[in-house]
């Protein structure tokens, strides 16, 4: 071959051409994988879903169930002894050494509502009656003895939302709306909305996408400036010089596609486009002031980024048809480290600030005829545990509880859960599951069933394995707590 013709072939061209030899079978065999890998998404859900949309609350740092939930009596009894020995051999911990006390629930519990459920005077708000629409933990089932296989925090998170420890796994939300679609094609069908000043810990790879296509990742919306990051024109540019651009830019991408076939091409075009249409409906969606004053000291709303201002956000998008909208707020993490990480201090602050827009949203939801469709949960990475936190094998001055990934407290609302029920409980410390354990896969196996999906069959081929959510571990839909 000529220099001239030897320039003119690429990468692709030659290994198109070898396809009847071993480099064309190794590539032929990769282009088959990244077919499936890209498989479209499925026709429906197999049977009648209960919940259309999922608003997803996630406490980072993991909230203490035995300071709000899960009410151990037995624990107070033995307040300030030793642990037994029982409950520390073959265990690992995150920071205590030795042999730590045990600590009892740090504030009164009360049986709450008509369900009757031990709820701390933590939750005054969520525990009480929400003036005309009834005691929204009534409307609440409790899952008392969640587990995961992770102690720290960023892998707890990730199992919490893509079901491994490990990045790269879409995350419930992208599954959501791979298997559904969206409601509303001129807003994202998966929103993320952060609060708390800080991230969580291991970052948007918490709605990531994964290996499905990146039009299905969560979109984050911010509380503060404009609410999706370059969704608007830059100066000097119109809307019609956007359409424009956008028009040519589409044409380029459709011949890219058509030459070289990457299915990445057509998420590209899409995204464009989405975030063109986002243009008019997104300050619309976010604009909270148009909601009346009632609502507005329902949810207690601020001025700046808050866990009210996105509950109430929350709503308002679940309205307009986004499927999965994920919340996280920051500042669970309650080591007794510090003054704002203990539980007599900073934990005493984050209950009151989420307390009272965590019930609004039940009783806003309820009252909009919403919540028979809309699943709400609530939840952290993992628990807290019955022993005081005795970093270096001291006690400290500040009062906290180490991590406790072994039987932890979610719950869920709305969507086909039965309210009123509990399932599963803990031992008499609240430190392991006395029965019904519920492994994170079992939660996801649930939620997917809610939305109308079997969730051995929401897979995706990819690296030689159908991939889902629940992973390769058998999983069980909690059928104990569906309506």
């Not at 249409?277 to 329902?298: I, N, Y």
Request: charged share 20%; hydrophobic share 35%.
């Amino acid at each position: 071959m000529t220099p001239a013709a030897l320039a003119h072939v690429t990468r692709r061209h030659f290994l198109r051409d070898a396809s009847a030899g071993l480099v064309g079978g190794i590539w032929l065999s990769q282009r088959l994988a990244a077919a499936n890998e890209s498989a479209g998404p499925p026709a429906g859900p197999p049977h009648a879903a209960r919940a259309k949309r999922v608003i997803h609350l996630h406490m980072v740092g993991a909230p203490s169930q035995l300071e709000l939930f899960d009410y151990r009596p037995a624990l107070q009894k033995y307040d300030g002894k030793d642990c037994p020995q029982e409950y520390l051999e073959g265990q690992r911990f995150a920071f205590i050494q030795g042999v730590p006390q045990l600590l009892g629930p740090q504030f009164p519990f009360e049986k709450r509502g008509e369900s009757g459920h031990p709820v701390s005077d933590r939750l005054p708000h969520f525990a009480g009656a929400v003036p005309g629409y009834g005691c929204p933990a009534d409307e609440v089932c409790f899952f008392k003895t969640v587990q995961s296989d992770q102690f720290n925090h960023g892998p707890a998170q990730l199992m919490a939302h893509t079901g491994d420890p490990r990045m790269g796994k879409p995350s419930v939300g992208a599954w959501t709306t791979w298997g559904l679609g969206t409601e509303n094609e001129n807003l994202p069908g998966f929103m993320v909305l952060l609060s708390g000043g800080r991230p969580p810990r291991a970052g948007n790879a918490l709605w990531g996408s994964g290996f499905l296509p990146g039009v299905y990742q969560g979109v984050q919306c911010r509380s503060g400036g404009p609410a999706i990051l370059n969704v608007e024109n830059p100066r000097g540019v119109s809307r019609t010089a956007r359409r424009a651009a956008l028009d040519t830019l589409r044409e380029l991408n459709e011949l890219a596609h058509q030459e070289f076939g990457d299915p990445a091409t057509l998420t590209r075009i899409e995204q464009y486009e989405l975030a063109y249409r986002m243009q008019a409906a997104v300050p619309e969606a976010t604009d909270l002031s148009g909601e009346t004053k009632e609502t507005h000291e329902l949810y207690g709303t601020t001025d700046g980024a808050s866990l009210a201002n996105n509950c109430l956000l929350a709503r308002r998008l679940a309205e307009r048809g986004v499927r999965y909208i994920q919340l996280f707020d920051w500042g669970w993490d309650s080591h007794g480290a510090g003054k704002n990480e203990a539980l007599n201090h900073g934990f005493k602050d984050k209950c009151r600030e989420m307390d009272k827009p965590v019930a609004a949203l039940i009783a806003d939801l309820k009252r909009r005829g919403m919540l028979d469709d809309t699943l709400v949960i609530w939840g952290g990475e993992f628990g807290r545990t019955p022993m005081r936190e005795n970093r270096g094998g001291t006690t400290m001055a500040m009062i906290g509880r180490d991590h406790n990934p072994h039987a932890f407290t979610w719950w869920m609302a709305g969507g086909g859960v039965k309210p009123g029920a509990t399932v599963g409980e803990t031992d008499e410390l609240g430190y392991l599951p006395a029965d019904t354990p519920v492994p994170l896969r079992d939660v996801h196996a649930t939620v997917q069933h809610l939305l109308g999906f079997d969730h051995e069959k929401l897979s995706v081929p990819f690296r030689g394995l159908n991939q889902k959510l629940t992973g390769v571990k058998p999983a069980r839909v909690v059928t104990e707590a569906l309506a």
